[in-house]
């Protein structure tokens, strides 16, 4: 098990002071946020949206639902590397991973940050060690309001409580994770995303690093990842060199999509809930066929109702759009539109369903593209924000 760090006192940047001190002489952390701060925009409502950086800031907007206008708030939170976040799904507060550390000389970590819906503001509430360097994606495991992490950089996965008030607890257990891959940025285990599975009883692990596709029992009861590995043989072997990035389970649970990073591909998998077994039934390039420059993917969604897969391929800088049949999991190819910049490091769709924001990492900016809400298909649109080297889009309700 790794060494536990100590948990530093939070340090609140300066500009949040006045807000985060209002917030404490109202009665601190809203436990639940009902009604409309935290509903589905309607049309023409402004939505809250972040925008996490390779840099050292969190940066706001506001999104117009029924235009698609993106209006800058600015910078909003200031923190090292905060490359990935996720909301709460009651209270007003987002978290944010700290990926410091990548290449192991430090530990990374995540903080909880409480959302001031008149200004978009974030008041930094805590942070937790995240027990590895370079923390690089988080889950919420809602029944038991858990956060799972990724440290890439530390070879390591662990379950950080989210208390009652919306702050975070210390971390509550830790797996390290082994492998490696021909590649030059294999050398050892880098996990790159974590998911728990629809039953609540596994969590996959995709490791860059490791061309692995980890299984790990989860003990929902004890917030924990289990320690043992008794079910090692339900791992998905990845291609060497592959690097395995992101999974996301289809909405009927008995499908997994999975992308690798290193050589651009998207698997379909069947899933076993009761077991946990995976079983590859498609493999696909996510390029185009006369593609002959580098391969790269890196982030995938699912329509609400389940019937169109969206993914990102920084080799050629598309949005590649598949119908899905929900039964077999069977792709069906629909579009290839460019992705408005270079290197899309991250989208998001818009609550509504009709939007899609994608940061494209290398030209410093958000581009904002329309879906055919009919035919699944994407199309640009005159709205986009600059900003720099964003690689991350957090929709977080409305704004007052």
Known sequence: MPTRYSRPAALLPAWSRRTLLGTLALGGLAACAGGRSLATPGPGRQALVYFGMHGSQIHAARFNSATGALTMIGAVAEQSAPTWGIRHPAADLVYYVREDGNDGSRSGAVAAYRIDRATGGLGLVGETIAQGGGTTHLHLDVPSMTLIAANFGGSTVCTIPVLT???LGEVSSVLVEHGSGPMKRQSYSHPHGVVVDPTGNFVLVPDLGADRIFVHRFDRAGRALRYDRPDEELDYIAAPGSGPRHVLFHPNGRIMFALTE???????????????????????????????????????????????LYLTDRGENTIVVHAIDPETGKLTFLQRIACGGEFPWHFAIAPSGSWMLVANERSNRIEVFSIDAATGHVAPTRNGLDMPRPVHILFAGEIA
Do not use: K, M, P, V
């Not at 390029?287 to 109702?305: C, K, N, P, Q």
């Open 165 to 167: 008030n919306g702050a």
């Open 262 to 308: 290193l050589t651009g591909e998207l698997l379909t998998f069947q899933w076993d809930g009761a077991t946990g077994a995976l079983r590859l039934t498609d493999a696909r390039s996510t390029s185009s066929s006369g593609f002959a420059g580098e391969r790269s993917a890196s982030e995938l969604a699912i329509s609400a109702d389940g019937t169109i």
